[in-house]
């Protein structure tokens, strides 16, 4: 009977991740009314079965593939909102701003609406379209190749790009913040991407909001650790509060 009953358990593992993202050895240990050292097993086997990804006290849901355009566009829409805002607080009139794509940076743009003179650079098509028509607003398109997925240009042409402008601001998306406090991105051409986004601005400042704290993206953002700061919807967990303060990293909490 060991085995089914393990099945069982490990099917109500990945239920559990599936549905919070991340789960603790202990808390498992006593919902299921195990050892600590039985779930360490039952989560090394779904680890090597590419289930899951084991992290310090627990395990985390691993994520290869990113959600289209649309779908993300529905979640946690207030707390992107609040992130946009206090993004649009640090601009000032007259500003170049570099806006990646991605739901939380077009609520960047949104929130742009009353600022004067800015000159903007982005990849996605969605922030253009909506930024060429306000008045006084310059809007240059970092031109390549479009993903589908992002709806926004992606590769070479986009980091060749970079290269003509001087950036005051520059407002980054990302796949996931790890409790380990990496930044990390679905695929190698856009983590490098965003790597030199940070790199061509004065100040570059990397979104997050919750949904993406302790997703396990298999990428890392090189000198994501450059970023002035990152602009949460929450408070991070106390651990990857911990962890983001040991690589130097600030946090700004948007206000609701």
Known sequence: MARPIAARRHDEILKRIAATGIVS?????KGFGVSRETIRRDLKVLAERGRLDVVHGGAARRETVEAAFDER???????????GRAAAGLVEDGMVV??????????VARALAGKRNLTICTNALAI????????GTRVHVLGGEIDATEEAAVGVDVIAALDRFRVDLAFIGVGGLSHSGEITDYLRAAAEQRSRMILSADRAYVLVDHTKFGRLTPIRIPEAERATALILDREPPTMMADSLARRGLHTVVAAA
Request: glycine share 8%; net charge negative.
């Open 98 to 107: 570099l806006l990646d794509s991605g739901t939380t940076t077009l609520e």
């Open 128 to 135: 253009a379209q909506l930024l060429c028509r306000v008045g």
């Open 25 to 29: 050895v202990e808390e498992l240990a």
């Open 73 to 83: 566009a529905h979640e946690n829409i207030e707390g992107k909102r609040a992130i």
